[in-house]
């Protein structure tokens, strides 16, 4: 079964998804912040992260160039409520597989989901 981190400082968004993620097949580990992120994807080596760009103790975009030194194999799929084309790019440049906005539609999580390991 594959493993999909959901990293985003809301409690509520990061219980929706994991219930989402659950339902389509994946473990779950939750991290409430980029710190923990980090943490996590170090320890567990997860498949896939749902990655919320505006979190704190380091935000989502650091998080991401991060993670595309150290561990270029998660695939990244971003979720924010709001995003600059200049970010969207940078994204892309790190690897970011999709895009989903805030607040997440469970069936757009499913097919994001479904996307993220093919």
């Known amino acids: 079964m594959p493993t999909l981190l959901i990293a985003d400082d809301?409690?509520?968004?990061?219980f929706q998804a994991a219930k989402v993620a659950r339902e389509?097949?994946?473990?779950?580990?939750?991290?409430k912040d980029g710190a923990e992120c980090?943490?996590?994807?170090?320890?567990?080596r997860p498949q896939a992260l749902l990655l919320d760009?505006?979190?704190?103790?380091?935000?989502g975009l650091a998080v991401m160039e991060i993670l595309a030194r150290e561990l270029p194999d998660i695939v990244v799929a971003?979720?924010?409520?709001?995003?600059?084309?200049?970010?969207?790019?940078?994204?892309?440049?790190?690897?970011a597989k999709c895009?989903?906005?805030?607040?997440?539609?469970?069936?757009?999580?499913?097919?994001?989901?479904?996307?993220l390991l093919k």
């Open 53 to 59: 760009l505006n979190m704190p103790d380091p935000g």
């Open 24 to 31: 389509a097949g994946f473990d779950v580990l939750e991290a």
């Open 10 to 14: 809301s409690m509520f968004q990061r």
């Open 38 to 44: 980090l943490r996590l994807a170090h320890e567990h």
């Open 78 to 95: 971003v979720v924010t409520a709001d995003i600059q084309e200049t970010t969207r790019s940078r994204c892309l440049e790190l690897g």
């Open 99 to 115: 895009f989903l906005n805030k607040p997440l539609d469970a069936s757009d999580l499913t097919r994001a989901l479904g996307s």
